[in-house]
């Protein structure tokens, strides 16, 4: 009993998400109301209906006391979580208990991210943003929320099943030589030969890596790029994994096939890739399993392959037909996804900028990612620019500081010389600009002109204006499909693309079937377990970087794991998954340290700050979060950047790093001990993190 609604203020609804439960109901509620033979409602009609008291309730709490609720409950027990972005208002709601109002507050927040590294700086303009969210075109519409509601599923899925999106961190394959020859070959032959092709179209590869599922092998940066910051690697995983998900289910191997290839000499510190000369004979020593694994996934291709013919009654034939018409086409991966992501240059930060990503999949749960700076990619930061400097003047003149607005004159008439300049510029493309010469025309003579008002906050409305014009400009040159000009957009070509996916597969040929085993045993307890005896699990996240560490805890019907098969293994990892909840909850309120004694089991959870050389900082009393706070995590709010700006307020001119450590130690060993394994454990983690990956 799941759904997530976007809607406007208006009530009309601009997305929703429902599972299949909450779908049911919905379909019975309204359903049984119809007279007999009478065609049922539109379920998007029904949703509407369901919702439209809540969203005049909430639009009227905002507009009479200029507040409104942000959670309530039901008789039924139904938590209900909603969130006002700008005008758009997003509910989220569960009625089964399994989320509780933290977690429907982080799908919407994600939900939220998603759609801007999807629309970029269009999300800023309520007006546009309805457009986007809710096309005219019926067909184009459901193809859009098909699209959203896999994404959301996906994100869903891997916060489920995969320890990075439950602690929002990056998580790499531990095999420093395997990187490290990667990092290299990324970029002294990949990067390197498609940006000085020819026929690469003006773009220019910034950003380059390898995922194996969801952990990353290798990623390399070109030296003029930006640094790619954790959420924004994070999100394009989610597209990643949305675009080929990993099925573990078939790709598991037998549970005695794991427990042949379970020894941490095999797992931790594999030899390094033969040569071609001995491929043949040292390939087969490598991984026993491997091949069992690679007949699995044959079989269970063969299996979903051609469906047997039977005989179907025609109307159900034509109502499935009807059905797939509607699924989108399967990706082409020679089809770039426009992305906008953070930049940080010399000159400042530049949330949402454009960028085209390549998903190249190499086999079955390896990718080869590329992200590129398209040619007008300028145009962006000047719309920023102009953006955040209306931001601020509407800012001042709503809060009444007229005369503060007046005396920057200096940068008010930069601003009006440097648009006046942008505006001449896009005159000589095909973008369509007379709208906002029109609108900037009117906004000049109001404020510049003697016999104007000036200055006052009768230019509110038209920053507002002004606003919405960049950020139309924004949208014709990288949302609408159609670029300028009427072709189709630019984009490394077919034949680049495939070289550069041979290139890598024939790097990675010896490697594929370790690679996908690692993936899923990438470091073991085995490792750890005669030096801190009684240590169950742990996670252990640097936060600067944005990268976790942490024994593998895949537990499907098919196979096994080090906490065994069944209940038991289940039941450790919903404590794992509960420890986080409760750490985070700990953490809002300002505490950096968490110990705490559930049944058989000990938890710990410690956050700490290091500088550079790994001396540990003194303790400082952290920022206390209000209830109505983004949920603390790296995916839909940094919450760890900002904690690393407040705390390096007092320790300027040195670097400060973040850490957090989360272990589960059996109730019988002593607290002293478990403390000092706490301790001895985080030192020895402290160095296979410093692998430069991002």
């Not at 507002?464 to 949302?479: A, E």
């Not at 690692?518 to 030096?531: C, D, F, G, P």
């Not at 986080?580 to 309120?589: G, I």
């Amino acid at each position: 009993m799941k759904c997530l609604l976007i809607a406007s203020e208006s009530a009309e609804v601009l997305f929703y998400w429902t599972d299949p439960e909450f779908e049911l109901n919905i379909q019975e509620q309204y359903g049984a109301s119809q007279e007999e033979g009478e065609k049922p409602p539109a379920f998007e009609d029904s949703i509407n209906t369901l919702f439209a008291p809540i969203i005049i309730s909430c639009s009227t709490m905002v507009d009479r006391l200029g507040d409104s609720y942000t959670s309530f409950s039901t008789e039924n027990n139904h938590t209900y979580v909603l969130h006002q972005f700008e005008e758009c208002l997003y509910i989220a709601v569960n009625g089964d208990r399994e989320e509780g109002e933290e977690d429907l507050k982080r799908k919407i927040y994600v939900m939220k991210k998603m759609i801007e590294v999807l629309f970029g700086m269009v999300t800023l303009s309520s007006t546009l943003i309805r457009k986007e969210l809710r096309p005219q075109d019926t067909e184009q519409r459901t193809r859009l929320w098909k699209h959203l509601q896999s994404l959301l599923e996906t994100y869903s899925r891997l916060r489920e099943q995969d320890q990075s999106f439950l602690v929002e961190a990056v998580e790499r394959l531990i095999h420093p030589t395997l990187c490290e020859q990667c990092i290299e070959f990324l970029e002294r032959r990949l990067v390197q030969q498609i940006n000085s092709s020819v026929e690469r179209a003006g773009e220019e590869v910034l950003h380059a890596f390898i995922l194996v599922h969801t952990k990353l092998l290798a990623f390399y940066s070109s030296r003029n790029a930006s640094t790619l910051t954790s959420s924004d690697l994070l999100a394009l995983i989610v597209m990643v994994q949305n675009m080929y998900p990993s099925n573990i289910d078939l790709e598991d191997t037998a549970p005695e096939d794991v427990e042949n290839t379970s020894a941490p000499d095999i797992f931790y510190t594999p030899e390094p890739s033969p040569t071609n000369k001995d491929s043949g004979t040292d390939r087969d020593s490598v991984n026993s399993g491997r091949y069992e694994e690679s007949r699995h996934e044959g079989s269970s291709i063969m299996e979903s392959g051609t469906p047997v013919f039977e005989f179907l009654d025609p109307d159900i034939q034509m109502a499935e037909d009807s059905l797939r018409t509607l699924e989108a086409p399967p990706p082409d991966p020679s089809t770039p996804s426009r992305v906008f992501l953070e930049v940080t240059l010399k000159e400042g930060c530049y949330p949402m900028m454009p960028h085209s990503m390549y998903c190249l999949p190499l086999w079955p749960g390896i990718t080869l990612v590329l992200l590129t700076k398209i040619p007008n990619s300028n145009l962006a930061m000047s719309v920023y620019v102009f953006l955040e400097a209306f931001v601020k003047l509407e800012k001042r003149l709503s809060e009444g500081l007229e005369g503060s607005a007046a005396r920057g004159q200096t940068s008010i008439q930069d601003l009006r010389n440097k648009l006046d300049k942008f505006i001449r510029a896009l005159g000589t493309s095909d973008i369509q600009t007379s709208q906002l010469q029109s609108v900037w025309t009117e906004f000049k003579s109001r404020a510049f002109t003697r016999g104007g008002p000036g200055f006052s906050r009768d230019l509110v409305p038209w920053c507002h204006t002004m606003k919405s014009q960049l950020c139309g400009v924004y949208r014709q040159c990288f949302i609408t499909e159609n670029t300028v000009g009427g072709g189709s957009p630019q984009r490394l070509s077919p034949s680049l693309q495939d070289r550069a996916l041979t290139m890598v597969q024939e790097k990675l040929m010896d490697w594929k079937d370790f690679l996908l085993v690692k993936s899923k045993r990438n470091i073991t307890m085995v490792s750890y377990l005669e030096e801190f005896p009684g240590l169950i699990h742990f996670i252990y996240v640097d936060r600067t970087a944005g990268q976790m560490i942490a024994p593998s805890l895949n537990i499907t019907d098919r196979t096994t794991s080090e906490l065994g098969k069944g209940p038991l293994a289940h039941f450790i990892k919903g404590k794992v998954w509960g420890l986080v909840n409760t750490s985070r909850l700990y953490l809002q309120k300002g505490y950096s340290t968490v110990t705490l004694r559930d049944g058989d089991y000990f938890f710990c959870y410690f956050l700490w700050f290091e500088n550079e050389t790994g001396y540990k900082l003194e303790v400082k009393d952290l920022p206390i979060l209000p209830d109505d706070s983004a949920p603390i995590g790296m995916l839909a709010w940094d919450y760890y950047r900002k904690l690393l700006r407040y705390y390096s307020k007092s320790h300027q001119g040195e670097v400060v790093k973040c850490y957090e450590l989360l272990t589960v130690h059996l109730g019988v060993i002593p607290t002293e001990y478990i403390l000092q394994h706490c301790s001895q454990l985080a030192r020895k983690l402290w160095e296979p993190s410093r692998i430069p990956l991002l």
